[in-house]
C-alpha cells in the first residue's frame, strides 16, 4: 500500500508537472523540424513526454535513494547491499518501467 501511495504522491508533485511543461517543449521541436522529418514528429513527442519523467525520477533515485514520494512514504531504493543504486542504474531502472508500462498499456 505504501508503494501505490509514493507513486501516487510522484505523479500529483513531480510527473504531473513535468510533463505539463513538456508539452510546450515538444510543440517547438515538432515546429522547428524539417519537412522531411515532420512523420517523426508523434515519436519524438513522445520521447521527451517520456523522457522527462524518466530523467528526472532515474536522478533522483540515483542520487538519493528516493524520490519525493517514496521519502514520504519511508521507502527507499538501494542495491542489495543497501547503497544508493548509482544514476546508471536507477536511470536504467526508469527506462525499462518506462517501456513497460508503454507496451502494457499499448496492448489494451
Not at 65 to 73: D, Q, V, Y
Not at 75 to 93: E, M, S, T
Amino acid at each position: 500500500m505504501r508503494r501505490i501511495l509514493a507513486y501516487g504522491i510522484d505523479m500529483a508533485f513531480v510527473l504531473t508537472p513535468v510533463g505539463v511543461a513538456a508539452g510546450p517543449l515538444t510543440g517547438r521541436v515538432a515546429d522547428a523540424l524539417p519537412g522531411l522529418y515532420v512523420v517523426y514528429a508523434d515519436f519524438l513527442a513522445w520521447v521527451i513526454a517520456a523522457g522527462l519523467p524518466v530523467l528526472l525520477i532515474g536522478v533522483c533515485v540515483g542520487l538519493t535513494g528516493w524520490t519525493p514520494g517514496k521519502l514520504a512514504m519511508f521507502l527507499r531504493v538501494k542495491d542489495r547491499y543497501g547503497r544508493r543504486r548509482g544514476v546508471a542504474n536507477a536511470l536504467l531502472r526508469e527506462v525499462t518501467k518506462a517501456v513497460s508500462l508503454a507496451f502494457i498499456c499499448g496492448a489494451f
